[in-house]
């Protein structure tokens, strides 16, 4: 791994990536500082793509085929919505249908770089999937530990990929400290929800946005919060692309959190420059359910250092978000549709304007959530041979 910098935006304290501090010493998340640039467009996935934004050699990445997502115009709902143009940025397209295949496989990089031969996570879900799916595919140990409320449905399809698999009772801001403990002392590394490298991953997703779009950015990007690593890395993204000469603006940011758990937008409204631990509340966006987010203090500075919103929407609106963007052909589970729902929000208030671009971003696949069907009034008929001209009739 060539030589590069975590650096806490914070109180600006540096560290050497040779090493693997996953917080600054003041409490806050830390950030890849690196200059390089450069976009390889003959290949498609982000460790090849986009190898130049990061420090790691070509043998130390160990990718599934993350990135390269599509961006899909929304011209009917956008319309709708009196928006020039409407996108979503689908990231269930990634290996393992969701967002956090792209800074698994930056942290696996890292981790390999650094001569590990175990690593894990702790998560809801989608990234319990990722870390155990890259981990195979590199030969190491995975050690996944999940939310003790996490549903039986979501538990096979971790365990497929043959890792050390435990549901864990107890708050999950101490689970991922006590997670951090346990590594550093037992040799694992542990690529949570906002570590330096899985934050790196996400800038990747501001790279084809952008590249998608000709390079002209949208007015408003809208990405679902629950740690807060995701939207700290897609701002970090257009960063890398205004340094680099690639654009000439950063787009307004929409922190999208759903109102039965909403510490960052709560915190938002108050005017507060620190979040509050926000009370459990059960919710189908269960994905972003995080009552107290270890990016959530960054998170906050950052919008309002560039003007953005924190907003919620309530259970009914997303489930209709998540209707809505079904017909349009797109499938995510209720947390990656709160953005929609969110939206419909800004424009009522007048935050997002008529006549302004915005992107959504879609976290992950309905497939991860099934049990939300059950919000929804779905039917279906059932015939015989005989009977089915007259049922097409």
């Known amino acids: 791994m060539k030589k590069a910098l975590l650096r806490c935006k914070t109180c600006g304290a540096e560290y050497g990536a040779e090493r693997a501090p996953f917080r600054c010493a003041c409490g806050e998340p830390l950030d890849l500082a690196w200059d390089g640039a450069g976009i390889d467009t003959n290949e498609r996935c982000q460790s090849r793509r986009y190898a130049a934004f ?46 956090k295949d ?3 496989a930056a942290c696996i990089a890292h981790a390999r770089a650094l001569g590990y031969t175990k690593v894990g996570t702790v998560s809801s879900g989608n990234m319990a999937a990722s870390v155990a799916a890259y981990a195979a595919a590199a030969g ?32 999950y801001d101490a689970l991922y400290s006590e997670s ?12 949570n929800s906002d570590v330096p490298f899985r934050v790196a991953g996400s800038r990747t997703i501001a790279y084809e946005i952008a ?54 937008a709560a915190a938002f409204a108050a005017g507060a420059a620190r979040i509050s631990r926000f009370p459990g509340n059960d919710t189908i966006a269960h994905a972003i359910d995080n009552p107290f987010p270890p990016s959530g203090n960054r998170v906050l500075a950052e919008l309002r250092r560039l003007g953005g919103a ?38 009522a208030a007048g935050i997002v304007a008529e006549g302004e671009s915005a992107v959504l971003v879609m976290t992950g696949s309905g497939l991860k959530y099934t049990a939300a069907f059950a919000a929804h009034r779905l039917k279906w008929c059932d015939c015989d041979l005989a009977a089915l001209p007259e049922h097409l009739r």
Request: hydrophobic share 45%; charged share 25%; net charge positive.
């Open 211 to 264: 590249e998608e779009r000709g390079f002209r950015v949208p007015d408003w990007v809208i990405v679902p919060v629950s740690a807060g690593g995701n939207l700290r890395g897609i701002i970090n993204g257009f960063e890398d692309l205004r340094r680099a000469g690639l654009t000439d603006r950063l787009p307004r940011f929409i922190c999208a959190q759903t109102a039965r758990v909403a510490p960052v």
């Open 102 to 104: 792209r800074g698994t």
């Open 310 to 347: 924190a907003m919620t929407a309530d259970e009914g609106e997303i489930v209709r978000a998540q209707a809505d963007l079904a017909r349009c052909g797109l499938f995510g589970q209720p947390a990656s549709c709160v953005p929609l729902a969110v939206l419909r929000r800004a424009r």
């Open 54 to 99: 990061y420090p790691f050699a070509a043998d130390e990445w160990r990718s599934l085929g993350e990135g390269g997502t599509p961006l899909v115009k929304l011209e009917a709902l956008g319309q709708e919505l009196g928006l020039a143009q409407l996108a979503v940025k689908n990231e269930s397209a990634n290996p393992t249908w969701s967002f």
């Open 180 to 191: 951090l403990r346990l590594g550093a002392e037992r040799g694992i590394y542990f690529m």
């Open 140 to 171: 190491m140990e995975a050690f996944i530990l999940v939310k003790g409320n996490v549903a039986d449905e979501k538990l096979a399809p971790i365990a497929i990929y043959g890792p050390h698999l435990l549901r864990v009772a107890g708050p």
